[in-house]
């Protein structure tokens, strides 16, 4: 599975932005697709994910409420709605995805197998 990430920029505090992951395929009805994002001299944190079949979503607790994360099922792309964009929220952001993902371990780097590139979000105060 290859994924493709774009959308990153630079944007004022308060803005939004919009970052899309297209997938070249999916490989089972229990997929899970999923935003994690690194800031420089620290660890990759998770942001945001979604269940493809049931469209379950998840979120840390950093971006509730600001972030959105839906899926186009006929583009096979995730999409991650950033509204009232902080300086903090600036940071390389990657989309991941993987198969049967049980509940705990969906906010964990190491539980995804496809990684697409990152793309970087700058958000300036």
């Known amino acids: 599975v290859q994924l493709q990430a774009s959308g990153g920029g630079l944007v004022q505090a308060g803005g939004t932005l919009r970052l899309s992951c297209a997938a070249s395929?999916?490989?089972?009805?229990?997929?899970?697709m999923g935003w994690f994002r690194q800031a420089p001299g620290k660890e990759r944190e998770f942001v945001a994910a979604?269940?493809?079949?049931?469209?379950?979503?998840y979120y840390a607790d950093s971006v509730k409420g600001r972030f959105i994360i839906s899926r186009d099922n006929a583009k096979n792309t995730v999409y991650l709605q950033m509204n009232s964009l902080k300086p903090e929220d600036t940071a390389l952001y990657y989309c991941?995805?993987?198969?049967?993902?049980?509940?705990?371990?969906?906010?964990?780097?190491?539980?995804?197998?496809?990684w697409g590139q990152g793309t970087l979000v700058t958000v300036s105060s």
């Open positions: 991941a995805a993987d198969n049967n993902l049980i509940t705990s371990t969906i906010q964990s780097a190491s539980a995804y197998d496809y």
């Open positions: 395929r999916r490989t089972s009805s229990n997929y899970v």
């Open positions: 979604i269940r493809w079949s049931s469209r379950i979503t």
